[in-house]
């Protein structure tokens, strides 16, 4: 391999800095309330069902908001259409700390995820925008940063304070989190410098090139919404667990961007898959310790590193103009796998148990290397 040799013009301007900030408030309001709104809906009597219910909720209302992101932005640009995800994150969560039954935490679930997909394709899109091209992937580096620290903080913390103080004060904490960094979002741009193409969702998910990359990605979200919904239900006390493959996986992506303008970022995408799989297939073993602890540092390698490839191979593969639905193509397979991955293990885990469905979702990853190394026979 041989050193690509580019001029290194500057990545944090200020739009980029106001978008880290909104990433960071939108991503701890998320991530604290990640694990936590789930043990609550098992526990008002819906068990490991519910559970999946809750974050498979979550993540149709990010699907479906996803679809509506591109057209938004071209009607009322940036400004207004992140404050509107924002909004969506931090009010619903409010209605939380009133204990309501499933019914209504699954109307908040679908809300908040609309709030989710609002943010996260904003955030692509803009990285994909704003930041020069031959430095286009360290930037996705440093975006998987800014939405990876939150992880760190508010996985583990979330379900730590939830053991202390009660589910009321989480919510209304993560309800605040997202609302505080509104202000953020008048240093956004008002408006995409690009005409974006509409009606190009359709014709993306018919792209191979495009498609391949994305379906990869999203199985390997799929366990990563079983592993986020399930392990406290499964190992009991998961705090340092997560706290583990929070802390790998945004400094995985960074390390993955960095790689990837200097080398051939392609290389990665195979191992990352690998990675993932092995992680998975330990938490066979779950609750030992020790397969715990390696098993989330593995994912949490693949699972980083995937995020920063199969984005810089979608956009490297689409013009410009196309940049808004390659991050909704994105964050379809995130948000869709997450989802379906959360929704199928609950359904499964009550006639299976938890080592036999751990070990059919590592089944799934480890199918996955197939297109992944197709992917690879592409790029050369």
């Not at 609550?40 to 498979?56: K, S």
């Not at 995408?269 to 799989?277: D, E, R």
Request: charged share 10%; net charge positive.
């Amino acid at each position: 391999m041989t050193t690509v040799e580019t001029p290194r013009q500057p990545i944090v301007t200020r739009p980029i800095a106001m978008l880290l900030v909104f990433s960071v408030g939108s991503m701890a309001g998320f991530y604290l309330l990640m694990p936590v709104v789930p043990l609550y809906a098992a526990g008002v009597g819906a068990g490991d069902v519910g559970a999946g219910l809750a974050t498979g909720t979550l993540m149709l209302g990010t699907v479906l908001a996803e679809f509506a992101v591109v057209r938004l932005l071209a009607r009322f640009g940036y400004r207004t259409v992140v404050g509107l995800g924002l909004l969506l994150l931090g009010v619903p969560a409010l209605l939380l700390a009133a204990h309501p039954p499933l019914a209504v935490v699954l109307v908040v679930c679908l809300f908040r995820g609309a709030g989710l997909g609002i943010v996260v394709v904003c955030g692509a899109a803009l990285i994909g925008e704003l930041v020069p091209a031959e430095r286009r992937s360290e930037g996705l580096g440093l975006y998987g940063l800014a939405v990876g620290i939150p992880s760190i903080a508010c996985l583990p913390t979330g379900l730590w304070l939830q053991e202390r103080i009660g589910f009321t004060p989480v919510f209304l904490l993560g309800a605040g989190l997202a609302l505080v960094v509104l202000p953020a979002v008048t240093g956004l741009p008002a408006r995409s410098a690009r005409q974006e193409r509409h009606g190009g969702i359709l014709a993306a998910l018919r792209d191979t090139d495009l498609v391949r990359p994305a379906f990869v990605f999203a199985t390997i979200t799929m366990a990563s919404g079983v592993l986020l919904t399930f392990l406290p239900l499964a190992a009991g006390s998961v705090a340092t667990a997560l706290l583990v493959q929070s802390c790998v996986t945004p400094l995985a992506r960074w390390c993955a961007g960095w790689f990837g303008d200097r080398y051939d970022q392609g290389v990665l995408l195979l191992p990352a898959v690998l990675s993932t799989a092995v992680g998975t297939a330990l938490m066979v073993l779950v609750p030992h310790q020790g397969a715990l602890l390696a098993g989330m540092v593995l994912f949490g390698l693949g699972f980083g590193a995937a995020q920063n490839v199969t984005l810089s191979l979608m956009f490297a593969r689409a013009s410009p103009a196309n940049f808004g639905q390659v991050s909704v193509v994105w964050n379809l397979a995130y948000d869709a796998g997450i989802g379906i991955g959360a929704i199928g293990f609950g359904l499964l885990v009550h006639p299976l148990g938890y080592p036999a469905s751990f070990a059919l979702m590592a089944a799934v990853l480890f199918v996955s290397l197939v297109p992944a190394f197709r992917d690879r026979k592409r790029n050369r």
